[in-house]
């Protein structure tokens, strides 16, 4: 689950990266070059959260609702960060 989180997290930078920064260049600065790069590594680390998501699904028992949210956590800026809190939680518990 540590790697589920660590994956997450840069995952979640990488989308703060997009909407924060690659977004306003392209619109504002008329740098669309931004959001395909970033866009591009955002989509990469989005498809290894999904597959480490699967992962843990698969190893730890995780009930479908669980894991669910956990992929509506990746939708929403800041939601892995909330994930990340969550299982940081569940593995002290352990």
Do not use: C, N
């Amino acid at each position: 689950m540590s790697r589920l989180r660590v994956v997450g997290d840069i995952e979640g930078v990488s989308y703060l990266l997009l909407l924060g920064v690659a977004m306003p260049l392209k619109y504002l600065a008329g740098m669309p070059r931004a959001v395909s790069l970033a866009g591009g590594i955002h989509g990469i680390l989005f498809v290894a959260f999904m597959i480490t998501l699967v992962d843990v699904w698969r190893r730890s028992g995780w009930s479908f609702l669980k894991v669910l949210m956990a992929f509506v956590s990746s939708l929403v800026p800041f939601g892995t960060f909330i994930l990340s809190r969550q299982i940081r939680k569940e593995e002290r518990a352990i």
